[in-house]
C-alpha cells in the first residue's frame, strides 16, 4: 500500500500548527493545512448572517469540527477513515448552514488539497467519494430543512465531480514528488557526513560499522527500505548484515536465493521467497556487487511496490564510499606495516623496536620486567665473503626464523640492520632473560643449508635492563657494549651489562 506521508517523522523549524516545519512535505502540508481552514472561517460569516436557531449551531458545530480535525490530522500525521466520515457529515452540516450549498465547495477542495498528502491511494478514492456524496445528498436533504431554493443545480454538481477528483490525483502527485525530493536529500544528508566521518576511520571494522549506521539511516528516511548483505558459503548464502524492519533475520539463506556466474560480476534475484520471509511481506528486490570486503559479497536492496530509483543511485554511492574507505585502510595498514617491518627478515626495525620499548617503560610496566637483547652474528662475513650477499640473506631470514622459534609470543624480534638483531622482553628477570639468550645462541649454531652449502655462523648477546636516568637509546647502546663484551670473551655467549662495560667500551673507542 503506498502512501504519500511515509518519510522521517521529524519537523523541524518549530512545533504545533502557527509555526511553518522547514521540511518540504511538512511545510506543504502546513500550508494546504491553513488553505483548509481559512476556507473555512472565511465561509462562517454566511452561515452567521443567514442561520437561525437549530440551523446556526448545526452550521457552526460543523465548522468547528472541521478545523478540529484538520488540525489535529496535521500533528499527529495521520487521518483514519472514520475521522473522513465525520468530515463529510460535518461539510453537509456545515453547507445547510450556509447561503447556499455551493458555499461549501471551496471548504470540500481545501480539505481535499490537505487530506490528499495523508494515507494510501484506496483511502484517498474513497474519501473524494464520501466527499462527492455528502454534496450530492444536499440536493435530497436541503428541502426538508430549509425553504429556500438550493442556490445551485445538479448540472453545476456534475461538473464539479470530475475537478474533485482531479483535485485529489494531481495533489497526491504533488506529494509524493514533494516525499521523494525530501527523502533524497535525507540520503543525501546521511551520505555526506558519512563520507566525512569515513575519511578518519583507519580500521575495517570501524567502516564497515559506520556504513551499517548510515544503512539504518537510509532506510528511516525512505519508507519500506530493506537492506541485505549476502556473502557465500559453501552452497549457502551467510548473512552478513541487514538494514531497515525484518520480521526475523536468518543467519543463512538458501544459495538458490541468487544466480551468479563464476568469475563474473553477474549476479540477480533467482528466488525472493526466503528474503520476503525474513521481512515478512513481499517486496521489490534488485541485486548490487559489493567490492569492499575480502570475499565476493552483494547487496540486496527491497521495497514494497518498486524501488526509488534515487534510493538505488544513494545506495550505489554508500557502498562505493565504504569500498573505497575499505581500500584505503587496507593500503594504509599495509604501508604503515612497511614501516614498522625489515623488508629482508620480515621481523620489526629499529624503529618499531624502540616504539615498542618506549610503549613498554610509558605503559607502567616494571623497568625491572623489561629486558633489551642485542644479537650480533660471529663469523657471518664469512658467509658473504664465500658464498655471496645472496647467501647472507639466505642465513639472515634463517636466523630471523630460529629467533621467532626461540622468544615467547609476547616479545618483539626485531632487525637492526646488517647482522645486527634485537630481541625485547616484558615481564622477565635477568635470569630468565639469560636462559632465553642462550636458547637463541643455541638455535643459531645450528649449521645452516645454503644450497650444497652447510655453513656455521654464531651468535652473541649481550642484555640490558632500564634503569633509572638511563634512556631508550642509551639502554639499546648498553645492550649493544655488553654483546662486545661477549665477543671479546669468546664469541657464541651471553653477557649481561655491568656499568664496568662502558669504561671498557669508551677505553676501546679512544684507543681504536
Same mark, same amino acid.
Given at each position: 500500500?503506498?502512501?504519500?506521508?511515509?518519510?522521517?517523522?521529524?519537523?523541524?523549524?518549530?512545533?504545533?500548527?502557527?509555526?511553518?516545519?522547514?521540511?518540504?512535505?511538512?511545510?506543504?502540508?502546513?500550508?494546504?493545512?491553513?488553505?483548509?481552514?481559512?476556507?473555512?472561517?472565511?465561509?462562517?460569516?454566511?452561515?452567521?448572517?443567514?442561520?437561525?436557531?437549530?440551523?446556526?449551531?448545526?452550521?457552526?458545530?460543523?465548522?468547528?469540527?472541521?478545523?478540529?480535525?484538520?488540525?489535529?490530522?496535521?500533528?499527529?500525521?495521520?487521518?483514519?477513515?472514520?475521522?473522513?466520515?465525520?468530515?463529510?457529515?460535518?461539510?453537509?452540516?456545515?453547507?445547510?448552514?450556509?447561503?447556499?450549498?455551493?458555499?461549501?465547495?471551496?471548504?470540500?477542495? %481545501?480539505?481535499?488539497? *490537505?487530506?490528499?498528502?495523508?494515507? #494510501?491511494? @484506496?483511502?484517498? =478514492?474513497?474519501?473524494?467519494? $464520501?466527499? !462527492? &456524496?455528502?454534496?450530492?445528498?444536499?440536493?435530497?436533504?436541503?428541502?426538508?430543512?430549509?425553504?429556500?431554493?438550493?442556490?445551485?443545480?445538479?448540472?453545476?454538481?456534475?461538473?464539479?465531480?470530475?475537478?474533485?477528483?482531479?483535485?485529489?490525483?494531481?495533489?497526491?502527485?504533488?506529494?509524493?514528488?514533494?516525499?521523494?525530493?525530501?527523502?533524497?536529500?535525507?540520503?543525501?544528508?546521511?551520505?555526506?557526513?558519512?563520507?566525512?566521518?569515513?575519511?578518519?576511520?583507519?580500521?575495517?571494522?570501524?567502516?564497515?560499522?559506520?556504513?551499517?549506521?548510515?544503512?539504518?539511516?537510509?532506510?528511516?528516511?525512505?519508507?519500506?527500505?530493506?537492506?541485505?548483505?549476502?556473502?557465500?558459503?559453501?552452497?549457502?548464502?551467510?548473512?552478513?548484515?541487514?538494514?531497515?524492519?525484518?520480521?526475523?533475520?536468518?543467519?543463512?539463506?538458501? %544459495?538458490?536465493?541468487? *544466480?551468479?556466474?563464476?568469475?563474473? #560480476?553477474? @549476479?540477480?534475484? =533467482?528466488?525472493?521467497?526466503? $528474503?520476503? !520471509? &525474513?521481512?515478512?511481506?513481499?517486496?521489490?528486490?534488485?541485486?548490487?556487487?559489493?567490492?569492499?570486503?575480502?570475499?565476493?559479497?552483494?547487496?540486496?536492496?527491497?521495497?514494497?511496490?518498486?524501488?526509488?530509483?534515487?534510493?538505488?543511485?544513494?545506495?550505489?554511492?554508500?557502498?562505493?564510499?565504504?569500498?573505497?574507505?575499505?581500500?584505503?585502510?587496507?593500503?594504509?595498514?599495509?604501508?604503515?606495516?612497511?614501516?614498522?617491518?625489515?623488508?629482508?627478515?620480515?621481523?620489526?626495525?629499529?624503529?618499531?623496536?624502540?616504539?615498542?620499548?618506549?610503549?613498554?617503560?610509558?605503559?607502567?610496566?616494571?623497568?625491572?620486567?623489561?629486558?633489551?637483547?642485542?644479537?650480533?652474528?660471529?663469523?657471518?662475513?664469512?658467509?658473504?665473503?664465500?658464498?655471496?650477499?645472496?647467501?647472507?640473506?639466505?642465513?639472515?631470514?634463517?636466523?630471523?626464523?630460529?629467533?621467532?622459534?626461540?622468544?615467547?609470543?609476547?616479545?618483539?624480534?626485531?632487525?637492526?640492520?646488517?647482522?645486527?638483531? !634485537?630481541?625485547?622482553?616484558?615481564?622477565?628477570?635477568?635470569?630468565?632473560?639469560?636462559?632465553?639468550?642462550?636458547?637463541?645462541?643455541?638455535?643459531?649454531?645450528?649449521?645452516?643449508?645454503?644450497?650444497?652449502?652447510?655453513?656455521?655462523?654464531?651468535?652473541?648477546?649481550?642484555?640490558?635492563?632500564?634503569?633509572?636516568?638511563?634512556?631508550?637509546?642509551?639502554?639499546?647502546?648498553?645492550?649493544?657494549?655488553?654483546?662486545?663484551?661477549?665477543?671479546?670473551?669468546?664469541?657464541?655467549?651471553?653477557?649481561?651489562?655491568?656499568?664496568?662495560?662502558?669504561?671498557?667500551?669508551?677505553?676501546?673507542?679512544?684507543?681504536?
Amino acid at each position: 500500500m503506498n502512501t504519500v506521508t511515509d518519510g522521517p517523522a521529524v519537523r523541524t523549524g518549530g512545533s504545533g500548527i502557527f509555526t511553518r516545519p522547514t521540511g518540504i512535505a511538512d511545510g506543504a502540508r502546513w500550508l494546504f493545512l491553513w488553505l483548509a481552514v481559512v476556507s473555512v472561517v472565511l465561509a462562517v460569516p454566511g452561515v452567521l448572517l443567514t442561520a437561525r436557531g437549530g440551523l446556526l449551531a448545526l452550521g457552526l458545530a460543523g465548522g468547528a469540527v472541521l478545523v478540529s480535525s484538520l488540525t489535529t490530522g496535521f500533528v499527529r500525521r495521520r487521518i483514519p477513515l472514520g475521522v473522513d466520515l465525520i468530515d463529510a457529515l460535518a461539510m453537509m452540516a456545515f453547507a445547510l448552514a450556509s447561503p447556499k450549498a455551493s458555499a461549501v465547495v471551496m471548504v470540500m477542495f %481545501g480539505a481535499l488539497w *490537505f487530506r490528499s498528502l495523508y494515507g #494510501s491511494g @484506496a483511502q484517498a =478514492l474513497l474519501r473524494v467519494s $464520501l466527499f !462527492a &456524496a455528502a454534496l450530492g445528498s444536499l440536493y435530497a436533504v436541503w428541502p426538508l430543512l430549509r425553504e429556500d431554493r438550493i442556490g445551485t443545480d445538479f448540472g453545476a454538481f456534475l461538473g464539479v465531480l470530475p475537478t474533485m477528483f482531479f483535485t485529489v490525483l494531481i495533489a497526491r502527485q504533488l506529494g509524493k514528488s514533494l516525499a521523494a525530493r525530501e527523502q533524497s536529500m535525507g540520503r543525501d544528508r546521511v551520505l555526506a557526513a558519512t563520507g566525512s566521518q569515513l575519511l578518519g576511520a583507519t580500521s575495517t571494522a570501524a567502516i564497515l560499522a559506520l556504513g551499517w549506521s548510515a544503512s539504518a539511516e537510509f532506510c528511516a528516511a525512505t519508507p519500506g527500505l530493506r537492506l541485505v548483505l549476502l556473502a557465500p558459503d559453501g552452497r549457502t548464502l551467510r548473512v552478513a548484515g541487514t538494514a531497515g524492519n525484518f520480521r526475523n533475520v536468518p543467519g543463512r539463506l538458501p %544459495g538458490e536465493v541468487l *544466480f551468479t556466474r563464476p568469475g563474473t #560480476s553477474v @549476479a540477480r534475484i =533467482l528466488d525472493p521467497a526466503p $528474503l520476503n !520471509a &525474513a521481512v515478512g511481506e513481499p517486496l521489490m528486490w534488485e541485486c548490487l556487487e559489493f567490492e569492499g570486503r575480502d570475499e565476493r559479497s552483494w547487496l540486496l536492496v527491497g521495497a514494497p511496490g518498486r524501488i526509488p530509483a534515487e534510493a538505488i543511485l544513494s545506495v550505489r554511492g554508500l557502498a562505493g564510499q565504504v569500498a573505497l574507505a575499505i581500500r584505503n585502510s587496507h593500503a594504509h595498514e599495509e604501508l604503515s606495516a612497511q614501516a614498522r617491518t625489515d623488508s629482508l627478515t620480515g621481523l620489526h626495525n629499529r624503529a618499531s623496536l624502540l616504539a615498542g620499548l618506549s610503549a613498554g617503560l610509558a605503559g607502567g610496566d616494571d623497568p625491572a620486567g623489561l629486558q633489551v637483547l642485542f644479537l650480533d652474528l660471529d663469523d657471518f662475513k664469512d658467509v658473504n665473503d664465500e658464498l655471496g650477499h645472496r647467501a647472507g640473506d639466505i642465513v639472515l631470514v634463517e636466523v630471523a626464523a630460529r629467533l621467532r622459534a626461540s622468544v615467547r609470543p609476547t616479545d618483539v624480534c626485531a632487525r637492526l640492520g646488517g647482522d645486527e638483531f !634485537a630481541v625485547l622482553l616484558h615481564g622477565t628477570g635477568l635470569a630468565e632473560a639469560t636462559e632465553i639468550a642462550q636458547r637463541i645462541v643455541d638455535a643459531v649454531a645450528e649449521p645452516f643449508l645454503v644450497g650444497a652449502e652447510s655453513m656455521r655462523v654464531g651468535a652473541s648477546i649481550g642484555i640490558a635492563t632500564p634503569a633509572a636516568g638511563v634512556g631508550i637509546e642509551e639502554l639499546v647502546h648498553q645492550a649493544d657494549v655488553a654483546m662486545y663484551a661477549a665477543k671479546a670473551k669468546g664469541k657464541g655467549r651471553v653477557e649481561p651489562f655491568t656499568p664496568g662495560l662502558l669504561t671498557m667500551d669508551r677505553y676501546h673507542t679512544v684507543h681504536a
